[in-house]
């Protein structure tokens, strides 16, 4: 048997597998909460590791600290205080 044609293809299935890897990693990093939550539903169908069903399953809002009180919809509005520099 062709040992090249054995590399192009193992070749080409890594590539694939790290491309495909960083594109779901940045979806759910850069998405939308909503669309960062239905994409964790869909991943959570197929049949993944332990370790990525349990990071998929964690809840973070966008500042890291895993409240989701940005996602939530808060009743009632922040108020937000720009001071100017100090010179």
Do not use: D, I
């Amino acid at each position: 048997m062709n040992t090249h044609f054995l590399y192009e293809v193992f070749q080409l299935l890594t590539v694939s597998a790290l491309v495909a890897g960083c594109a779901v990693y940045c979806l759910l990093t850069l998405a939308p909460q909503k669309l960062q939550q239905a994409l964790k539903q869909v991943l959570l169908r197929f049949p993944v590791p332990a370790f990525v069903a349990t990071k998929l399953r964690q809840t973070a809002s966008a500042c890291g600290s895993h409240c989701s009180g940005c996602s939530s919809g808060a009743a009632t509005p922040q108020t937000v205080k720009w001071h100017p520099r100090k010179r």
